[in-house]
């Protein structure tokens, strides 16, 4: 599927940069900019920002259900939203569900 059509960014493409993403120690927050800038593409007109965090978010979630990235690490990825969410008071359009480290049940989603 395109997600970016002025950069012609599939979810395969956002997919591959994840998984890289997080095989870095110390994996970021995957951003829509972080993955633009890993895949060497600069955002134009940005109508896809908000595909592009479903669809950050939703790879995520497969790939650590396939165990092809590790599921602390998208825990630590969401105590790091959690954080910023509290920081802002709240303000932000972002929900996170709390995550079982053991389990790694959880899951962001952006409202």
């Given at each position: 599927m395109i997600v970016c059509s002025c950069n012609v960014i599939t979810d395969a493409h956002i997919e591959t940069v994840l998984v890289d993403i997080f095989s870095k120690p110390d994996a970021p927050i995957p951003t829509p900019?972080?993955?633009?800038?890993?895949?060497?593409k600069r955002m134009n007109c940005c109508g896809c920002?908000?595909?592009?965090?479903?669809?950050?978010?939703?790879?995520?979630?497969?790939?650590?259900?396939?165990g092809q990235i590790c599921r602390f690490r998208c825990?630590?990825?969401?105590?790091?939203?959690?954080?910023?969410?509290n920081k802002t008071g709240g303000k932000q359009t972002v929900t996170v569900e709390a995550?079982?480290?053991?389990?790694?049940?959880?899951?962001?989603?952006?409202?």
């Open positions: 900019g972080l993955v633009y800038r890993e895949l060497s920002v908000p595909l592009a965090v479903s669809v950050i978010y939703e790879r995520l979630d497969a790939l650590e259900r396939r825990a630590n990825i969401r105590d790091k939203l959690r954080l910023i969410v995550a079982d480290s053991c389990s790694g049940v959880g899951s962001i989603r952006r409202i």
